[in-house]
């Protein structure tokens, strides 16, 4: 980067930093975005001295409030709701809702940040939000997780619509949860509308919406891997956590003719060298539905290798495919992927790579994909349950999963246009970021000082 770019970034951060001093996870994302957005502006009079960027950092509202609800023991319980509507300027704010422990302020503003750009590279009219709860599923009931949800609904729903904010789902919030979250708005509002995505297939949701995010992530390595000359049939591949999008992965990867060896929780990854395949997959699910968080279960069911306490970017495969969480892969996995010759790293996971990592894969000139290319593929076909809600109809699964691979390969070669370096190597972290920022940036600037 040139001294004078690298100066200008450096006061951006001193700057974005001063006024939001507690929020390292909203610092990073911003950092990221920053180092590859600002040398643009600054060779583009007609970005330049517009304050994009410092408009662009401030939310354009932050809605917190407090659930409170019954236990099963009777007992009053408090949580905090969030909902940040970070970006409204190429369509109604839109993005997920997380139900985990490690959800506050800094965690959702780097995640609704991450989302308008994500959004913006998908090409459908959806601007960028986050929230979500510091309510964890962990060993709750299922009556519990209905209270809870229906309480968080309960001041949510007057601040979302259609046309205005559509929440998803996210970590900790899936088909179960969104059910009861939908159930509270339609009564509240005595209305049946898409006010939510991510819905069930009887009730106004888009088919193939639940697997679409770990599609998305399979097909945008796909074409990352054409564009190397490869391909990802025979390829063994490393994957963290057994949520939605590894499951959805999962799925894609054995379809391509790929084997996924490895998944992961918080207390560890399981080996399985025959691959998670059959019936391996729909167990996923139960897991998933046990509110427990571990893997190991797994290992006990199938016989298969379980490492307490590790994590999967220790095994020598082809492709590492992070699906859990932010900041599980730091410098040191970088390292033994390095080492490993693993081919690359493609992001399920909303920004699991920390900074360090992405330098030293980026150095290596090992392949590296960002969460907000490779796994737009969930927001996408949100989108396209947006457009059959309104329309009043329901298109195929094939139909859905012809447009989402469409939309997938779209976003690599917008990528691919702002991302290639001279020396050939494609930097999918900029041009993401470019990519992503010209369209907000251009509806931004039309729509004047708002
Ligand atoms: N939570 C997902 C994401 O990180 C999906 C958001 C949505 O469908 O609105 O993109």
């Not at 001295?49 to 019954?70: A, D, N, S």
């Not at 539905?289 to 220790?314: H, L, T």
Request: charged share 25%; hydrophobic share 40%; net charge neutral.
């Amino acid at each position: 980067m040139a001294q004078k770019h690298m100066s200008a970034v450096k006061d951006f951060m001193d700057y974005v930093t001063a006024r939001n001093p507690h929020e390292p996870e909203f610092l990073s994302a911003v950092r990221e975005v920053a180092e590859t957005v600002i040398p643009f502006i600054e060779e583009n009079p007609k970005y330049k001295g517009k304050k994009i960027m410092e408009r662009l950092v401030e939310p354009e509202r932050v809605i917190m409030f407090r659930v409170p609800w019954v236990d099963d023991k009777g007992e009053i319980q408090v949580n905090r709701g969030y909902r940040v509507q970070f970006n409204s300027a190429i369509g109604p704010y839109k993005g997920g809702l997380r139900f985990h422990s490690t959800v506050n302020l800094s965690v959702l503003k780097f995640l609704g940040f991450e989302q308008i750009f994500k959004n913006s590279l998908t090409s459908l009219p959806m601007g960028g939000a986050k929230g979500g709860s510091d309510f964890s599923v962990r060993g709750k009931t299922e009556a519990e997780i209905m209270r809870f949800s229906q309480a968080f609904m309960q001041e949510l729903f007057r601040h979302i619509g259609p046309d205005t904010d559509v929440p998803a789902g996210d970590i900790g919030v899936g088909g179960r949860e969104l059910g009861y979250l939908f159930g509270m708005y339609k009564k509240l509002k005595n209305e049946f509308t898409g006010v939510l995505t991510g819905k069930g297939a009887a009730w106004g949701g888009s088919l193939i919406r639940p697997e679409a995010t770990g599609y998305g992530v399979v097909y945008f390595a796909e074409a990352a891997l054409n564009h190397m000359g490869k391909t990802i049939k025979g390829m063994e591949v490393a994957v963290s956590g057994f949520g939605n999008v590894s499951w959805g992965v999962v799925k894609k990867v054995n379809q391509l003719g790929g084997k996924v060896v490895t998944l992961s929780g918080p207390d560890g990854y399981i080996y399985d060298p025959d691959g998670v395949k059959g019936e391996k997959v729909d167990f996923m699910l139960r897991l998933r539905a046990s509110n427990q968080d571990i893997i190991r279960p797994y290992a006990e069911k199938f016989g298969v290798e379980f490492f307490p306490g590790k994590k999967p970017w220790e095994r020598k495969v082809d492709l590492a495919i992070p699906c859990a969480i932010q900041n599980e892969f730091d410098e040191n996995d970088a390292r033994m992927v390095v080492q490993n010759k693993v081919i690359g790293v493609v992001e399920g996971a909303n920004m699991p790579l920390t900074h360090e990592a992405v330098q030293i894969i980026q150095e290596n000139r090992l392949l590296y994909v960002p969460g907000k290319a490779a796994n737009a593929g969930g927001v996408a076909v949100s989108g396209l349950e947006m457009s059959q809600n309104a329309m009043h109809l329901q298109w195929s699964a094939e139909e859905v999963d012809r447009r989402l691979k469409q939309i997938m390969e779209n976003i690599h070669r917008n990528t691919l246009k702002y991302g290639m370096l001279p020396d050939g190597y494609v930097d999918y972290k900029k041009g993401a970021n470019i990519a992503g920022f010209i369209k907000v940036a251009d509806a931004m600037l039309a729509q004047g000082v708002v």
